[in-house]
């Protein structure tokens, strides 16, 4: 089992930035993929962005693409994601997840790559 803790999300205003971040434990946090998702109230839960085990490897949203940024620490068993510029169609719930290592880039945006979930993290842009 790996559990999964969110962080740092919170109201912000049109153009600001956060980082969340999401710290795993349970299991050794090197052998996992992480992925960001996120949902809008009303809608289906989308990807965000993912992570390969090393860091060496990333993966974004086009819809979001040049606005986040995801990293991580495997030291600190922590995955981060940067959000910049944020604006009030970020407002969603972002959940991060653990996916056991494989091949990434051809399923990282598929929820069904993820074995392990975190709770989620609110964060709402106002303008």
């Known amino acids: 089992q790996v559990q999964l803790v969110e962080s740092g999300g919170g109201l912000v205003q049109a153009g600001e930035s956060l980082r969340l971040s999401c710290v795993a434990s349970?299991?050794?946090?090197?052998?996992?993929?992480m992925g960001w998702f996120r949902q809008a109230p009303g809608k289906e839960r989308e990807s965000v962005a993912a992570i390969g085990w090393s860091g060496v490897n990333t993966y974004y949203a086009d819809s979001i693409k040049g606005r986040v940024t995801i990293s991580r620490d495997n030291a600190k068993n922590t995955v981060y994601l940067q959000m910049n510029n944020l604006q009030p169609e970020d407002t969603a719930v972002y959940y991060c997840?653990?996916?056991?290592?494989?091949?990434?880039?051809?399923?990282?945006?598929?929820?069904?790559?993820?074995?392990?979930w975190g709770q989620g993290s609110q964060v709402t842009v106002s303008l």
């Open positions: 997840a653990a996916a056991r290592v494989g091949p990434l880039s051809t399923s990282w945006y598929r929820e069904s790559r993820y074995d392990y």
């Open positions: 349970g299991r050794t946090f090197s052998n996992y993929a």
